[in-house]
């Protein structure tokens, strides 16, 4: 298939990939992820990294995990090869990559958001990574909440459980609601660049169509799931 070329520079090669042909996953991207108190201290580890300014856990994080969660954590991740195109460009052409890496951020942060209020949490602590298990680029953000939520004027000091069916449903929905946002961001960009969006997966991502065999091959080894925070990697 020939390059497309349109005011910015296109990035697809000559017959390298069928731009129809989906890009298979590797491993889960987006879900929500229960931390029990077997696991706290890994995500506890995480959040208190210097990469990560040394932030504590968030209000409600329950060590105790009176009801079998010491918290929540919902991992926000774009689609890999989008990743793998903004680092791909970051050299030749780093409006493509801050507007990818922005996109990821805004759509991430209303997300989380909406989240905090429908299902009644705290406010959430932020994990940010840029690379999975194996050093690949894998955008993404752990948004973490505790399992308890203030009681407010019902019991002034007290602490509630977060409904946790409440929550995974809201999760499942705002994943979806996520990449939907991601998408919207970028797809003028995408078009100019001659590539285009595969059909969503099981998390609502969309992998990027048209990127050659040298971006490719910078995500084809298998990783671990994002979920697993102590595996994912900073630059």
């Not at 229960?34 to 994080?61: F, I, K, L, N, Y």
């Not at 894998?138 to 000091?157: E, F, N, S």
């Not at 919207?184 to 991502?205: K, M, R, T």
């Amino acid at each position: 298939m020939p390059a497309v070329r349109t005011g910015r520079r296109s990035i697809v090669a000559i017959g390298t990939r069928a731009p129809q042909a989906p890009v298979p996953a590797v491993v889960t991207g987006s879900q929500l992820v229960v931390v029990t108190r077997w696991q706290a201290r890994a995500w506890e580890q995480a959040m208190g990294s210097a990469a990560q300014d040394h932030q504590g856990p968030p209000s409600g994080w329950d060590r105790q995990a009176r009801s079998g969660a010491v918290g929540y954590d919902l991992v926000l991740a774009t689609p890999r090869t989008l990743s793998a195109l903004a680092v791909a460009v970051v050299r030749e052409d780093p409006e493509v990559t801050r507007a990818i890496v922005g996109a990821h951020h805004q759509a991430m942060g209303e997300v989380a958001h909406q989240l905090t209020i429908a299902a009644g949490t705290e406010m959430p602590v932020l994990v940010g990574h840029d690379l999975d298990s194996e050093g690949q680029p894998w955008l993404h953000t752990h948004v973490i909440y505790g399992a308890l939520a203030r009681a407010g004027r019902q019991d002034p000091g007290g602490w509630l459980v977060v409904d946790r069916g409440r929550l995974e449903r809201l999760a499942a929905t705002l994943m979806w609601g996520y990449q939907l946002l991601v998408r919207h961001q970028l797809a003028d960009l995408l078009g100019d660049l001659g590539l285009d969006w595969s059909l969503p997966a099981a998390d609502g991502s969309s992998e990027v169509l048209g990127l050659g065999a040298g971006e490719l091959a910078t995500i084809d080894t298998p990783a671990r799931p994002l979920g697993e925070i102590s595996a994912c990697r900073d630059e």
